[in-house]
């Protein structure tokens, strides 16, 4: 079946360093990628989605390009603020209908 | 301003008690789900409806039931069944099919026990 593992955390950062969330996924045919974001206490936030192979999805400074041959979706961000710790989420959607979400990695950034 | 509402933001229930879960958008969408996230823990889907009037299990409905007799509505109710209830839930709705499917989610419910 679909799966997607994503980089175990939690990450820990300074304010200001790089980041990368690694995701990667197993499907049939040619999914729908997405990146979540759960701040405390909330539901999940949309941040940033790509539907075909090489397209780039991106907002609030994060970006994230859809890879077929590595089946890759990693999310990056040049510069972190203390205001992007959260739990961020990768998933897909195929067109079985049935959205597949990863575990979840916790982002932790101090000042 | 559309969006997803859920209600209460907390929730108590007591033991052998069934207890019910709002969950109303106003973004028109056909499609609305149920996930429950333990935590630490990813989503787990309870029960999803892709039109009015029909619903279909999802990966964990043992204990749960819902009802979709309108568009913007679907509650779930958390029966006496379900022994291990204590959890925080999320409702989404979606716009699009298979691929071209986005979901949307409300801010959650979390249910405790007393």
């Known amino acids: 079946g679909d799966s997607v593992t994503q980089m175990e955390g939690p990450v820990t950062l300074s304010e200001e360093a790089f980041l990368t969330i690694n995701c990667t996924y197993t499907a049939t045919g040619y999914p729908s990628l997405f990146w979540y974001v759960q701040y405390p206490g909330e539901g999940l936030q949309l941040l940033l989605k790509?539907?075909?192979?090489?397209d780039k999805g991106s907002n609030k400074g994060f970006e994230a390009t859809y890879r077929k041959e590595t089946t890759s979706f990693h999310l990056e961000k040049g510069s972190v603020q203390v205001s992007d710790s959260a739990v961020y989420f990768c998933?897909?959607?195929?067109?079985?209908?049935?959205?597949?979400f990863g575990d979840g990695t916790t982002l932790t950034v101090k000042p | 301003d559309g969006g997803i509402t859920q209600s209460p933001k907390y929730l108590f229930r007591k033991e052998g008690q069934n207890v019910t879960l709002s969950c109303e958008q106003n973004?028109?969408?056909?499609?609305m789900y149920w996930y429950r996230q333990d935590p630490g823990q990813g989503l787990r889907l309870i029960y999803y409806?892709?039109?009015?009037?029909?619903?279909q299990k999802g990966d964990i409905a043992e204990g749960y039931s819902v009802s979709r007799e309108k568009k913007e509505s679907f509650p779930l109710t958390v029966t006496s069944a379900q022994k291990n209830p204590t959890a925080f839930y999320l409702c989404?709705?979606?716009?699009?099919?298979?691929?071209?499917?986005?979901?949307?989610f409300g801010p959650g419910t979390r249910l405790l026990v007393l």
């Open positions: 790509a539907t075909k192979a090489d």
């Open positions: 989404a709705s979606s716009i699009g099919r298979g691929v071209q499917e986005t979901q949307y």
């Open positions: 973004l028109n969408h056909d499609a």
């Open positions: 409806s892709q039109i009015v009037n029909d619903f």
């Open positions: 998933a897909l959607n195929t067109n079985a209908g049935k959205s597949t």
